[in-house]
Structure formats: C-alpha cells, structure tokens
C-alpha cells in the first residue's frame, strides 16, 4: 500500500485522540457510556457539508443520516429505521433536513439525461419539480431555478417526513418534537431557515393525517 493520503489519514486519528485526550483524559470514557443526542440530521451525502462542522456541534450531539439530495422516502428502510431510532430511542426533539445550493442530485434531476441507477432515486426531485413547474418558469435563470428547487425539494422532505406514522405517533404522544428544514450555501457557509417547521399535522393536507391512539 502506497498511497500516503490513505496512511495520513490514520495518522490524522492518531492525532486528534491525542489532542482529545490531552484537553480532557476521560473524554473517550464518558463519550463511551452512550448517546442523547437532541438532533436528528438528514443531510445530502455531498462531503462538503458536515453536519457537527457547519452547525459548531460536538460528536455526540447529532445523530446523523445522509444520502443524495437529503431525501425522505417512504421504502427506504435506511432512512425509516434511523428515524424510528432517533424518535423512538433517542427521543429527539429535533429533526433537521438540510439541503444545499449547488447540490448535484438536484441539478441532475433537472435535466434529461439518464444516469442509470440514480434516475430511480431522483425521479422523486422530479417530482417536486413538476409540482412547482409554474413557480419555477417565472423565474429567470437557470440559476434561480435550480437554487429554488434546491429549497422546495428541502420543503418536500420535511412534509414528507410529517406523513410518515413515525413523526406523527410522536406528535400525538405529545414529546414537543420538531420538524426543520434548512438549506447550506456552499459559497459562503451560511445556514438559511426555510421556515417550514413543523411540531403537529396542523400543515398538511387531510388525506395525509393518520388516526393513531396516544401511546
Ligand atoms: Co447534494
């Protein structure tokens, strides 16, 4: 093995445990003991945007999914599991979905080329595009265009996290949970708040909301 980048990359741990345990010997033990993390992220797998970095949190404090385009869907058993874990277990009083400018999934999903596999996963962002096309078509560049379906594809998430059973039983047990979406912008850092959360069904449409007995 020569690739020294892979090698630095163990040195680096080696580094930062040292620098961990010389500002606070036990931190490793106490971190060990378990996790009550008041922070659910679901966040877009592109490697610059790092939940604990961008938001100044410390590891264990976010507990984290990601995947391309920061998507909530309905089969994908990843995604419901974490969820399920993270209100159920770890009782999170927050669940953050954070997109961001420039992000490839949604760029990809605003053209016409097929891209194999990963048609399957953005035909969802489709979809939030041809809900909103009128919206879109008013503006005038592509630029904007593709800026704003970054925002309402985030907005589509965080409704479609409110649909799931999972959000809505822990809102009918009253644990105070909330529902955000947020966008990054790549170029400058800044983290922008959609406004679009959510502590009860009170948004959404009707046909959405389930009967669930308090728990
Ligand atoms: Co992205």
Redesign the pocket.
């Known amino acids: 093995m020569k690739n020294t980048y892979y090698h630095q990359l163990l040195e680096n741990n080696k580094n930062w445990v040292k620098n961990k345990i010389d500002k606070d010997p036990t931190y490793f033990e106490e971190l060990s003991k378990g996790q009550k993390p008041p922070v659910l992220w679901i966040g877009?797998?592109?490697s610059r945007?790092p939940a604990n970095q961008i938001t100044g949190t410390l590891p264990g404090e976010i507990f984290v999914h990601r995947n391309?385009?920061?998507m909530v869907v309905h089969t994908d058993m990843n995604m419901l599991s974490v969820l399920d874990y993270a209100v159920n277990h770890l009782k999170v009083k927050h669940i953050i979905v954070c997109?961001?400018y420039?992000?490839?999934?949604?760029e990809a999903a605003m053209q016409n080329k097929s891209l194999g596999l990963i048609n399957k996963w953005i035909r969802n962002i489709k979809e939030v595009y041809k809900e909103n096309i009128t919206e879109l078509n008013k503006l005038d560049s592509d630029k904007k265009r593709f800026d704003r379906l970054v925002e309402l594809n985030v907005k589509a998430q965080v409704y479609d996290l409110a649909k799931t059973s999972i959000v809505q039983q822990s809102w009918k047990n009253e644990t105070g949970l909330e529902i955000h979406g947020w966008v990054y912008g790549l170029n400058d850092g800044i983290i922008k708040d959609l406004k679009v959360s959510m502590d009860s069904t009170a948004h959404l449409d009707d046909i959405f909301t389930l009967d669930l007995e308090k728990k």
Do not use: K, Q
């Not at 420039?102 to 949604?106: D, I, K, L, N, P």
């Open positions: 877009c797998a592109d945007v391309i385009a920061n997109g961001h420039g992000c490839g999934g949604v």
